[in-house]
């Protein structure tokens, strides 16, 4: 953790890692499967870094994971099968369809995986977050709970695409964010991480 700022209450180092922070990778665009009373979660990422950083961040909540090439030169990160997943696919599943929880509260460990799995920074100026293929509901959930945060973002929907982005923007939702999620990893390039 840099020493130049405060441990936040809810910031990424402020509780031991859990298997729930995975919502924050599901929130990015990641998937998760049920199989018996055991649960998968999977994310496709555009970078070598951030499936070394995501695979690590599952060894420190216990759970196995594993990275692999895929054919359109993106990194698939896919966890073991583990009854630990089990409550975070019961709470984003609805029998095969996956959902936002209504009741989904973010935290730093959370947020920290989101910025990991779909994050990048433009300059000084703002901060985005990329957001699954999802509905509204599930758009305006995932703005509420970054609200709550003190993150207040504004939605960025491509055309046609439905696929969305939360942008965070100015100085002091900056600050906030990086407050909650820590320091970058040591793989991240320079300029993806907020500062």
């Not at 402020?14 to 298997?19: G, V």
């Not at 919502?23 to 998937?31: D, E, R, W």
């Not at 900056?174 to 300029?191: F, H, N, S, T, Y």
């Amino acid at each position: 953790m840099s020493v130049s700022r405060q441990l936040s209450l809810f910031g990424a180092d402020a509780a031991n890692p859990e298997p729930v922070d995975l919502a924050g990778v599901l929130a990015g665009g990641g998937l998760v499967s049920r199989h018996d009373e055991s649960a998968q979660v999977s994310v496709i990422v555009d970078h070598p870094w951030r499936a070394t950083a995501l695979v690590g961040e599952c060894a420190r909540r216990g759970l196995a994971a594993t990275s692999m090439s895929t054919p359109a030169d993106h990194i698939a990160v896919r966890t073991a099968h583990t009854t630990r997943l089990r409550p975070l696919a019961d709470a984003w599943l609805i029998g095969a369809a996956q959902r936002v929880p209504r009741a989904l509260r973010l935290d730093g460990a959370a947020l920290r995986l989101w910025a990991l799995a779909a994050g990048w920074s433009a300059g000084d100026t703002s901060y985005s977050l990329a957001v699954g293929p999802s509905e509204e509901v599930d758009r305006e959930t995932l703005g509420a709970a970054l609200a709550a945060l003190g993150l207040g973002a504004q939605l960025v929907v491509a055309r046609g695409a439905g696929r969305a982005l939360y942008r965070i923007v100015g100085k002091r939702r900056l600050g906030r964010l990086v407050e909650l999620i820590g320091d970058p990893p040591k793989q991240a390039p320079a300029d993806i991480w907020p500062s």
